[in-house]
């Protein structure tokens, strides 16, 4: 069974930055696309953003398109996600997935999660 952990998140001001991480452990993830999801309170789950298995693709949603960066260090198993100009808005439990595809998929069908981490943007 494929275990991710999520780290990195926490409390932030408005305009802060946060880095996630998404780590698994004791098996490589160089083989696996990985993507990040967000799901604030009484709202569906979204993704935000997907890398693929090499760190030469990658694909963000509308809503955090030039203010999250997602990035990889194979030879580290961790994938990480780089939120800058944070908003309340952007207030969620974030989760990594992986799914054993050189490529993300277009409909974001991942295989593996994490238990998520909770990232709250407030003054």
């Known amino acids: 069974q494929l275990q991710l952990v999520e780290s990195g998140g926490g409390l932030v001001q408005p305009g802060g930055s946060l880095r996630l991480s998404c780590a698994r452990l004791?098996?490589?993830?160089?083989?696996?696309?990985i993507a990040w999801f967000r799901q604030a309170p009484g709202k569906e789950r979204e993704a935000i953003s997907c890398?693929?298995?090499?760190?030469?693709?990658?694909a963000y949603a509308d809503s955090v398109k030039g203010r999250f960066t997602i990035s990889r260090d194979n030879a580290k198993n961790t994938v990480y996600l780089q939120m800058n100009s944070l908003r309340p808005e952007d207030t969620a439990v974030y989760y990594c997935?992986?799914?054993?595809?050189?490529?993300?998929?277009?409909?974001?069908?991942?295989?593996?999660w994490g238990k998520g981490t909770l990232v709250t943007v407030s003054s």
């Open positions: 890398i693929s298995s090499s760190g030469s693709n990658t």
């Open positions: 004791g098996f490589t993830l160089d083989r696996y696309s």
């Open positions: 997935a992986a799914v054993l595809r050189r490529l993300c998929p277009p409909d974001y069908n991942m295989e593996y």
